[in-house]
Structures are given as C-alpha cells and as structure tokens.
C-alpha cells in the first residue's frame, strides 16, 4: 500500500500524526520515528539557537563552526570540508565565516603548497568565544536531553543514532567536536 502525503497539513506532534493518519499505513512506524527525530531536532535546535544568541552572541551554526575548527588537528579546515561537515553550501559558509572573521574569532587562511585552497582558521579570540558558547551549549543539551533521558536512555539513543549514520554515510560517525 503507498504512503499518501498530505502537503497541507503541518504535523507538529505525534498525537497530531496520529489524528492525521487515522489508519495505519505501510511505513507508519518510519514514518513516526522520522517525525519523533526531527520534532525532536527542531525543539533542541530551536533552543539552543535562543540561549546562544543571547548568552553567547552567536548562532547555532557559527557555534558549530568553531567547534569544528576547535577540534581539527592545528585549529584549522579547509573550507570545503567545514562547509560539509556544517550542511551548509560553500556559499552559505562564506557568510557565516565572513561574520566570524569581523568579530575576530576566525582568520581564512591558504596554503602555500596549494592557493586555491582556502582554510578557516580558530583565532584565540575565537578559542574564548567558544568557551563561552560551548557553556551555554552544554547547559541547552542538559536542560533538553538530559532533562528528559537518563543515563541508560542517552546511551541506547547514542548507539541508535550512530548506527544510523554509519549507514548512512557508509562510514564511521566522527562524532562531535
């Protein structure tokens, strides 16, 4: 039987899938874990997206952004691999490092071997704007995740999710910064 999607209709939680749907159809356990993900993703994002610009000065991306940097060997990528491992396009990246580069927490850098390749750089005002964002960071996660999850509960999501992501991408999850 083929899933029918309805466009119209904004599901925004489960109970409301549930109404939404009324009868089970082939694919509705995927299709409820799917919305229960990215529900969830949302609500997380959503906050740490407040407390970040608030406490931080900073957004959710230009956060992971530093973090990224902050854990690659030297403080420095190359800006197409950042632009990857953030989702973003290179385009979309070239603005938020530009935003980055005007406060001083990231330098673009090239390589002398190669320069047409272009690397992002963590300055060391960068590495305390990340202190201080990864603070209010690890306070959001807290609050959501661990608010919500147990010890054992965020262990089995844990080896769910890279389970999924390394199917996904074929191969092992490199984990977060």
Do not use: F
């Not at 197409?80 to 385009?91: F, I, K, M, Q, S």
């Not at 580069?101 to 320069?115: F, H, Y």
């Not at 047409?116 to 960071?137: K, N, W």
Request: hydrophobic residues 40%; charged residues 25%.
């Amino acid at each position: 039987m083929p899933i029918v999607i309805r466009t119209k209709i904004v599901v925004q939680t489960i109970d409301d899938a549930t109404e939404w749907y009324r009868d089970p159809v082939e694919g509705w356990n995927i299709l409820l874990t799917w919305r229960s993900l990215d529900l969830a993703d949302s609500a997380v994002r959503r906050a740490l997206n407040q407390r970040l610009a608030a406490e931080a000065h900073c957004s959710l991306l230009e956060h992971d952004a530093l973090a990224w940097l902050g854990a690659a060997p030297g403080g420095r990528l190359r800006m197409l691999e950042l632009a990857d491992r953030l989702g973003v396009t290179p385009g979309g990246l070239t603005r938020i490092i530009d935003r980055l580069v005007e406060r001083g927490w990231i330098k673009r850098d090239r390589s002398p071997a190669n320069r047409r390749e272009v690397y992002a750089m963590l300055t060391p005002a960068g590495h305390d704007a990340m202190g201080v964002a990864r603070s209010s960071y690890v306070a959001v996660l807290s609050g959501t995740l661990g608010g919500s999850l147990d010890e054992d509960d965020l262990s089995e999501l844990r080896r769910i999710t890279g389970k999924l992501l390394d199917a996904l991408t074929g191969k092992p999850n490199p984990g977060c910064p």
